[in-house]
């Protein structure tokens, strides 16, 4: 059973960087596309950035490209989400989702209901 971990969330302010990471237990992590999502109080949960198994094919929201940075590492079984630049507007609740497929060839990829697996998530809290 595939289990998802995320860390690296914190307390910081406008301007300032985070990085989080997602642990994925599984043998199959270098075969699984992977995602991150978030949620911000009292709102749904939103795309944030996509990265297939082999890194080839990103996708970030509008929200945050130029400032969020996905990448993994297949020997490590992480992903990552360099963040920089934050704004009060990105504080959520940021989720680590897993698909049993390898890449995602449509706007499915920004869609909770493509991924199978899901971290417990890692709160960001951005102050004024």
């Known amino acids: 059973q595939v289990q998802l971990v995320e860390s690296g969330g914190g307390l910081v302010q406008a301007g300032d960087s985070l990085r989080l990471s997602c642990a994925h237990s599984?043998?199959?992590?270098?075969?699984?596309?992977m995602a991150w999502f978030r949620q911000p109080p009292g709102k749904g949960r939103n795309f944030v950035a996509y990265?297939?198994?082999?890194?080839?094919?990103?996708y970030y929201a509008d929200s945050v490209k130029g400032r969020f940075t996905i990448s993994r590492d297949n020997a490590r079984n992480t992903v990552d989400l360099q963040m920089i630049n934050l704004e009060p507007d990105d504080t959520a609740i940021y989720y680590c989702?897993?698909?049993?497929?390898?890449?995602?060839?449509?706007?499915?990829?920004?869609?909770?209901?493509?991924?199978?697996?899901w971290g417990q998530g890692t709160q960001v809290t951005v102050s004024s």
């Open positions: 989702a897993a698909t049993l497929l390898s890449n995602i060839r449509d706007k499915s990829y920004a869609s909770p209901r493509t991924y199978v697996y």
């Open positions: 599984g043998r199959t992590f270098s075969y699984s596309a």
């Open positions: 990265i297939s198994s082999n890194g080839q094919t990103i």
